[in-house]
């Protein structure tokens, strides 16, 4: 394989998700694909519809030429109607139709990653036009798929794959911006510490240290007499930061230690995606 080793934890995790995400949703009637998920107000065929569509803009494709309906509550700006493009031209797609043209992407699309031999840092388009590295666009990627492949298993009551390759691209991204929800959004106290010690399948222990300046960054050694310390489980985690629910809703998962508002401010600022 000519994939630069430095992209390929990101191929075989985007290769682990997206091939999950077929198996669970290729032998589903038709009435499944009408689900509800987390993701807020999409349905399993909406999800799958994203999934495609993020895929094909990896491929190069264009973007569809559709009229977004006014009448899409979930829709408040202009990042979500980008999204909502690829989701809401496949609204009224069957089941066969879109696990077709699923399988058909996912075989495009190791075709390009056998035959990928860009180096990480060559700029490609990332959404909105925006240019960003090959590397960057591989890791946001992986982590997307994996993170619509725990919204699918949400929906469908089928859990899994909380510890997967895609799990372990999460975690990292989700930790890059740790530092800026406690120092810029929380407002944690200058020359502060606050440590998030989360338990199951992914587990690690982080604190983010806030200096003179207001500048936050993230360590392994954990602090002695933290402003604030946050516990809880992977995948609580994984749903706050990704905004699939809200701290009142899992509160009873997610203990807390030191300064209360600190605390309650992180977890007000704790999502992560848009």
């Not at 682990?16 to 290729?26: G, R, T």
């Not at 909502?84 to 696990?99: F, G, K, L």
């Not at 390009?112 to 925006?130: A, C, H, I, M, Y």
């Not at 629910?245 to 992560?272: C, Q, S, Y």
Request: negative net charge; proline residues 8%; aromatic residues 6%.
């Amino acid at each position: 394989m000519s994939l630069h080793p430095t992209l390929q934890p990101y191929a075989d995790a985007w290769t682990h998700s997206i091939e999950a995400i077929s198996e669970l949703v290729q032998p589903l009637p038709e009435a499944d694909w009408n689900r509800r998920t987390p993701c807020p107000g999409w349905s399993v065929r909406d999800v799958v519809s994203h999934v495609i569509g993020l895929d094909s803009e990896m491929l190069g494709d264009p973007r569809p030429i559709h009229t977004l309906p006014r009448d899409l509550f979930h829709v408040t700006n202009e990042h979500q109607r980008y999204m909502e493009m690829q989701v809401d031209v496949r609204r009224h797609h069957t089941a066969p139709e879109m696990t077709s043209e699923l399988e058909y992407m996912i075989i495009r699309r190791n075709r390009q990653l056998r035959n990928e031999s860009r180096d990480p840092g060559t700029k490609v388009r990332g959404p909105f036009g925006t240019d960003l590295t090959l590397e960057e666009s591989m890791r946001r990627h992986a982590f997307a798929v994996w993170v619509h492949e725990q919204d699918l298993r949400a929906a469908l009551g089928s859990p899994g794959n909380l510890d997967s390759p895609g799990a372990h691209v999460a975690r990292d991204v989700l930790l890059d911006e740790l530092p800026r929800v406690v120092a810029q959004d929380a407002q944690a106290p200058r020359s502060s510490a606050v440590v998030v010690d989360v338990s199951g399948p992914v587990e690690f222990l982080r604190t983010v240290r806030v200096d003179i300046q207001g500048r936050g960054t993230l360590e392994t050694a954990p602090a002695l007499g933290p402003a604030a310390t946050l516990a809880l489980d992977w995948e609580t985690y994984v749903r706050l930061a990704c905004g699939r629910v809200t701290p009142e809703a899992v509160a009873d998962r997610v203990k807390t230690e030191g300064d209360p508002d600190l605390a309650a401010a992180i977890l007000r600022h704790f999502v992560l995606t848009q």
